[in-house]
């Protein structure tokens, strides 16, 4: 007995985003071609409803990446990214979901178990909770690592800083003290503009200057 192969459905962008916006329904809050890629951006509380008619019912079957992106200006300060792959269709797909710092996002790892360590590192580097992931700890931090080093009001120093303790035997964490403070660099140059000065020439004696060209 033989077996007939649907062939791939190939969609213009416009059919893409037509097509997807009315799987959807409701759970979708918006949709948009950007920079020759479909984006969707769903409720939260949704998300595992719409990845997985996207991945059931549309044959986006991986789930290549989760990334994170901080907006401290928003009252819902982080998107989360969802890139989706459909080999069949020669397709790639961004879903995005909007949160805080005190409310979860639900896993996803019920539909692709990678997407396990995927969450993890945004929420070392982000600090964004996945209900539901049966794993969530540091991934690229160590245990000790105070903050989360991708949002955009973490300074650059951090706020500690290990190293071995001969005294101890083992390593040690201590705030972070700097030997200096940090300079401020001027990079105006000379060329920006005739009063501009450099640095340590209101030093100069113009008596010991040249005559005037």
Do not use: C
């Not at 190939?10 to 097509?19: K, S």
């Not at 909770?129 to 973490?154: M, Q």
């Not at 101890?168 to 140059?189: G, I, T």
Request: charged share 25%; aromatic share 10%; hydrophobic share 40%.
């Amino acid at each position: 007995m033989s077996v007939v192969h649907s062939a791939p459905k190939f969609l213009t962008p416009e059919g893409l985003l037509e097509e997807l916006t009315a799987a959807l329904g409701d759970r979708l809050l918006s949709a948009h071609q950007a920079h020759g890629e479909t984006v969707l951006a769903v409720r939260a509380e949704a998300i595992v409803e719409a990845l997985q008619t996207l991945r059931d019912a549309h044959e986006y079957q991986q789930l290549m990446e989760i990334a994170g992106v901080d907006y401290p200006d928003r009252a819902e300060r982080f998107e989360v990214v969802y890139m989706l792959l459909s080999v069949t269709r020669n397709s790639r797909i961004l879903v995005k979901v909007s949160t805080d710092e005190a409310t979860p996002v639900p896993s996803v790892t019920g539909l692709w178990p990678v997407a396990g360590w995927l969450e993890r590192e945004v929420f070392d580097m982000y600090g964004v909770v996945f209900a539901g992931n049966p794993d969530l700890r540091r991934i690229l931090t160590d245990y000790g690592f105070e903050g989360h080093p991708f949002r955009k009001d973490f300074p650059l120093t951090g706020y500690q800083e290990l190293r071995y303790s001969e005294e101890e035997k083992r390593v040690v964490y201590e705030p972070v003290k700097l030997a200096q403070d940090l300079r401020q660099f001027d990079f105006m140059s000379p060329w920006e503009g005739t009063d501009y000065v450099l640095p340590g020439d209101e030093k100069a004696d113009d008596s010991v200057k040249g005559p005037a060209k």
